[in-house]
C-alpha cells in the first residue's frame, strides 16, 4: 500500500511517498511558498521518482501552514502531530523536538508512541526561524546552505545583540562595515537562533533524546549552538525537513488501514 503526505509549508512544500508505511519510496523539497504551484511540484517530483501513478496512492495526508487552502488531500493533520510521528519514525527514542522552519519554530515533547504530549510555539517574532536566517544570509550575499560552512571557520563568533529581526539587520550591516569577519558574524547570527529557541525549549522541558527538525535543521551552525546551549546532545537526520512530510504519510497509512 502506498501512501502520500504533503506538508505545505511557508517556505518550502515537502512531499513524501511511503510503501506499507514503513519504507520511503520518494521525497522531495520545493522552494515555494503557499499559493504556488510548488506542492503540485512537489507531488509530481516524489510521484516520478517512485515509478507510481496518482492512483496508485491509497491515502494523502496535507499538513503545514498551507494545509487547509489545499483541496487534494483526503485529510489534514497539524504539522506538530506529523513532526512528533515523523520524528518518532526514524529515531523512536528521541523525546523532545525541536522544530524551527520558515516563519515559526516550535518545541514539542513526545511520549513513547510518538505522540505529541505538550508543546510551545513561536510564531509571532521572525528571530528565532528560518526567516531570520534567511534576511542575515541575503545581508552577507550567502546561500542558506553555506551559513554552516562559514560558521565552522568561525574563530570569534560575534555577539548580535539584537532579540528583533530588523535591528539584527542593522546591527550585522554595522559589523560587517566595522570589519567584523564573516565567518564570526555567522557564528553570531546561528548562536543567537539557538540562544531564542533554546529559551522556548526550557519552557516545555527538555527530557532527552533530543532532535531537531525543518528546514533550520541542516544547518549545523545552530544545531551546534543549540547542543552548547541546551547542554544536550542533539540527534539528526538528513531528512530533518521532510519530517513533516513523513509523519502525514504515516497519518495516511493509518487512516488507509481502519
Ligand atoms: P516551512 O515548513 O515553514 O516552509 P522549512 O521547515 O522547510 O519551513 O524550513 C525552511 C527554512 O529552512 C528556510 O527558511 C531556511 O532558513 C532553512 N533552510 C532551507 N534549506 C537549508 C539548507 N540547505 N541549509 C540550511 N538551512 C536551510
Known sequence: MYTLG???GSTTSKAVILK??????????????VGTDGV?????????????????????VATGYGRQSYEGADYQVSELSCH???VHHVCPD??????????DAKVLSLNEQGRMVNFVMNDKCAAGTGRFLDVMANILKLDISELEVEAAKAVKPASISSTC????????I?????????????????????TRVASLARRVGIKEQVSMSGGVARNAGVRNAMAKELGVEIEYNPMAQLM????????????AKS
Do not use: H, N, W
Open 174 to 194: 554595522s559589523q560587517l562595515a566595522a570589519g567584523t569577519e564573516i565567518p564570526d558574524l555567522v557564528a553570531g547570527i546561528c548562536q543567537s537562533v539557538a
Open 6 to 8: 504533503i506538508d505545505i
Open 40 to 60: 503540485s511540484q512537489a507531488i509530481e517530483d516524489v510521484l516520478k521518482d517512485s515509478g507510481l501513478d496518482k492512483s496508485q496512492i491509497s491515502c494523502t
Open 244 to 255: 513533516g512530510a513523513l509523519g502525514a504519510a504515516l497519518y495516511a497509512y493509518e487512516k
Open 94 to 103: 528521541v523525546r523532545t523536538v525541536i522544530d524551527i522552519g520558515g516563519q
Open 20 to 33: 506499507d508505511g514503513t519504507e520511503i519510496m520518494a521525497s522531495s523539497i520545493v522552494i515555494a511558498t
Open 84 to 86: 512528533a510521528l515523523g
Open 165 to 172: 529581526t530588523v535591528f539584527a539587520e542593522s546591527e550585522v
